[in-house]
């Protein structure tokens, strides 16, 4: 625990147990990286400048000053690194601003490390003591820009308290909100991506209470849950597997930098700015999240309490911005907190995972709604689909609000409003339907008029609608079950008897094969009779 400098709170690193090699290329695998890297070429962070702020081992005698990353323990070569702190900066190691830590290393290996790492070919990371790195970087009214596209925290400054802080590492709800404000103005000025943690335990606390950050939590059940003391916004954004916040969060500041990569090579189509936008990314990784057994957001939260929008998979991510940018069909104009049906346009966005990148603009007297239209149909006669969309905006630099967003999903023939997600308070809006029927429907973005922080917003969206099937066939003794590769996280279950209650289990089944953008398991037909089935956690 170390006090930060001129503020009234507390820097605290979550510690655990480092996992070995094989947990760690099971997170792989459960974080859709491997996946992504077997059919895909070099997604893997290139030319993407990461920072990597770090506080003090809380456990190292009085005046030692450990947060640095040691190259050689993240199989990286020195030169990749530049260290900053109070006392200048150096482009060697080891060096006279301080020393290593094995939390540093931990953190560095989830993020970018060779083998266990996301993101194993950033351009450069710039590791900070995290002190200096909030004192000087974050905290001054017009910070310089860093040109660090995404920045890992895996600290936090201690619970968050409605009454004056006691013990010393607690920080109050107005602390909270300044530090809250530093980090999103920074965000907004310099498109950096703030990917931090929420805290093992207590209070959601800053800097992943921020507005425009991606709060993390862990999936494993040791993170704070929420939502913020403040004014009740849903944190954390997403989960991952590691144990303790401080390792799930660089796997998901890792996915950010593969997708900012991806974006700027133009795998999500030309416009290679808007695919890399910090919203861009943040819709994407929320919306490509695989909801956990017991996720639900309780109205008008867009996001579970612990989950967040689920449990980081880059693969889905990716796969959605591959979808590329779409455009709305329709705009309309209504009269402030007046109805806003479809409109009846004829056309459709052709694909049904992708994403968008836009700006509603208001008035005094008026809201603005952006129609996106989608056909949810296939071969297979009525069987339903699962839609899930997410909407991303930030807070503008030095405003205390945000405008006011909501989206929505209504029948297209019928005018029925299916769902909607419209918080007051947060600057993230969510759907997720697992049993929506084939259809035609009206995805809308509105905008709320009348009294705003600005008078236009640009917002990412991010959409997929699926309707997965498992498909069986026999050949000679062998029996073949195959299922398509998006999206990931289904898994197949057997069991020998559908008598209820039926007891499905993944044992003693093969290891999937994939071809031609399927998974593939290959079965002896001479076994007794069984059933097989696709399930995803929580559906």
């Known amino acids: 625990m170390k006090k930060l400098a001129g503020q009234n709170a507390f820097l605290i690193i979550a510690l655990a147990v480092c996992a070995g090699m094989a947990a760690q290329a099971t997170t792989l695998v459960t974080i859709g990286v491997t996946l992504l890297q077997t059919v895909t070429t070099n997604v893997n962070g290139t030319g993407i400048r990461v920072a990597q702020p770090e506080g003090s081992y809380p456990f190292t005698p009085p005046g030692t000053n450990t947060w640095e990353v040691q190259p050689g323990a993240v199989g990286q070569p020195t030169n990749l690194f530049t260290y900053i702190s109070n006392g200048g900066s150096a482009n060697v190691f080891p060096n006279a601003l ?87 103005n920074y965000a907004a000025r310099c498109n950096t991506l703030f990917v931090s943690a929420v805290n093992n335990g207590g209070s959601v606390s800053p800097p992943g209470t921020s ?40 796997y998901v500041a890792g996915a950010a930098a593969v997708l900012i990569q991806a974006g700027l090579r133009g795998d999500g189509g030309s416009d290679t700015n808007a695919a890399a936008d910090m919203r861009t990314v943040k819709a994407l990784l929320l919306n490509g999240a695989v909801k956990p057994v017991g996720w639900t957001n309780i109205s008008p ?192 279950k057997v069991t020998d008897d559908l008598t209820l209650p039926a007891v499905w289990t993944t044992n003693n089944l093969p290891v999937p094969v994939i071809t031609n953008g399927s998974n593939y398991i290959f079965l002896n037909s001479t076994k007794p009779a069984q059933f097989y089935r696709l399930s995803w956690p929580n559906l």
């Open 211 to 250: 507005y425009n950050c991606i709060g993390v939590g862990d999936s494993d059940g040791n993170s704070s849950i929420g939502p913020t003391l403040d004014n009740g916004r849903a944190k954390p954004d997403i989960v991952a597997p590691g144990g303790e916040t401080s390792f799930s969060t660089p």
């Open 301 to 492: 939260s867009p996001l579970d309490a612990h989950y967040g929008a689920g449990v980081l998979n880059v693969f889905n991510s990716y796969e959605q911005l591959a979808g590329g940018k779409q455009g709305y069909i329709a705009s309309t104009s209504v009269i402030t907190n007046s109805p806003h049906p479809p409109t009846g346009a004829t056309g459709t966005i052709s694909v049904l995972s992708g994403w968008n990148f836009n700006t509603n603009m208001t008035s005094a007297t008026t809201d603005d709604v952006k129609h996106y239209y989608f056909n949810a149909t296939n071969s297979l006669n009525n069987a339903p689909f699962t839609a899930t969309a997410t909407l991303v905006w930030n807070r503008h630099a030095n405003k205390a609000n945000i405008n006011n967003l909501d989206l929505f999903l209504y029948d297209a023939i019928s005018s029925n409003l299916v769902a909607c997600s419209t918080s007051l308070v947060d600057n993230v809006e969510h759907l997720w339907l697992p049993q929506l029927p084939q259809g035609r429907y009206d995805l809308q973005v509105l905008k709320h008029g009348g009294t705003t922080v600005t008078t236009n917003e640009t917002y990412a969206l991010a959409w997929t609608f699926f309707s997965q099937s498992l498909n069986i066939a026999a050949t000679d003794t062998n029996v073949t079950v195959a299922w398509p590769l998006y999206p990931a996280g289904f898994q197949v």
């Open 98 to 184: 301080g020393f290593y830590s094995d939390h540093a290393n931990s953190v560095g290996g989830n993020f970018y490390g060779l083998g266990s790492g996301v993101a194993t070919n950033v351009a450069h990371v710039d590791n900070y003591d995290a002190d200096y790195f909030y004192s000087y970087i974050i905290f001054p009214p017009a910070p310089a820009n860093t040109n660090d596209l995404v920045v890992n925290q895996s600290f936090t400054f201690g619970n968050v308290s409605t009454n004056i802080p006691t013990p010393a590492n607690d920080v109050s709800v107005s602390d909270q909100q300044t530090i809250d404000s530093k980090y999103d």
